[in-house]
């Protein structure tokens, strides 16, 4: 199966150009399953929100401040060096908890355990070969 395609030659514009919509709140349209299937007449249509005008999110003054640029801390330890094993309470094994609550990107407890040990395990790695590098670079270039 091929398709053929004819290049428009450069500095000729195309014959009509595709047409916009008009700026503006647009009409969304929700369709329930019998709608789809054609047994009943659509629904009226809403107007959609222009979510350039709305503010900012803001947490709750009561929410403690975040700072994307620091890992997060439990009981003033990095989260990467907490025992999971020791917590008195784990709230994501309740029945009906979305996991996804306390961890991300399709994290469980132990796949979070296991990225804890492996990330330990390369930063213990990187600090060695640093060294390494660092006494050769001593022994070929003497300061």
Known sequence: M???YTPTPRGELPAKAPSLPPPGPQLVQKQSSEELKGG???R???PAQDTSSLPPARAPPSHPPINPEEP???DNRSIFEVDMDALAEKPWR???TDISDYFNYGF???SWEAYCYRRRELGD???HLKGVVTVKRNILVPS
């Open 94 to 96: 309740r029945p009906g």
């Open 108 to 110: 469980d407890e132990v």
């Open 40 to 42: 009943v007449e659509p």
């Open 125 to 127: 790695m990187a600090n």
């Open 2 to 4: 091929t398709t053929e």
């Open 72 to 74: 997060g801390t439990i």
């Open 44 to 46: 009226s249509t809403t």
